[in-house]
């Protein structure tokens, strides 16, 4: 879901600042879209993935063999009890795969039209005129 949304956001919201200092590239420099994957610099990606694998290896970790795999034991949706919540956990998986559909549906409809969700919107790609701005 934090990926539909990362797709989504760009279009209405930028940080103001300096996403590199080096390289002197602003936030407001980077397009919306996949087309931002391009406009990090290499080292950026390495940060991300070095600060990424940080937090798998140090934080976020299964405590012990008999515990639930996600299970970092910080409870689920405030809960402990695990049996409880199995519902909520399926929930999870579900709309977990549905983000996931949506995301390569964002991607692939860029990709075709080179226009990001909220421009395919603007241009009437989506739902013709109706939401055409």
């Given at each position: 879901?934090?990926?539909?949304?990362?797709?989504?956001?760009?279009?209405?919201?930028?940080?103001g600042?300096?996403?590199?200092?080096?390289?002197?590239?602003?936030?407001?420099?980077?397009?919306?879209?996949?087309?931002?994957?391009?406009?990090?610099?290499?080292?950026?990606?390495?940060?991300i993935?070095?600060?990424?694998?940080?937090?798998?290896?140090?934080?976020?970790?299964?405590?012990?063999?008999?515990?639930?795999?996600?299970?970092?034991?910080?409870?689920?949706?405030?809960?402990?009890?695990?049996?409880?919540?199995?519902?909520?956990?399926?929930?999870?998986?579900?709309?977990?795969?549905?983000?996931?559909?949506?995301?390569?549906?964002?991607?692939?409809?860029?990709?075709?039209?080179?226009?990001?969700?909220?421009?395919?919107?603007?241009?009437?790609?989506?739902?013709?005129?109706?939401?055409?701005?």
């Amino acid at each position: 879901m934090a990926a539909s949304i990362g797709l989504i956001v760009p279009d209405f919201f930028k940080f103001g600042g300096n996403l590199s200092w080096s390289a002197e590239i602003k936030f407001s420099d980077v397009p919306a879209g996949i087309g931002a994957i391009g406009a990090v610099p290499l080292l950026g990606w390495a940060q991300i993935l070095l600060f990424v694998g940080v937090l798998e290896r140090f934080v976020f970790f299964q405590r012990g063999r008999g515990e639930m795999p996600g299970d970092y034991g910080t409870g689920y949706f405030g809960k402990i009890d695990k049996s409880a919540n199995e519902r909520q956990l399926l929930l999870e998986l579900d709309c977990g795969r549905l983000a996931m559909i949506a995301v390569v549906g964002q991607v692939a409809g860029e990709l075709m039209t080179g226009y990001t969700v909220i421009g395919q919107w603007r241009e009437g790609l989506i739902f013709g005129d109706f939401l055409a701005a």
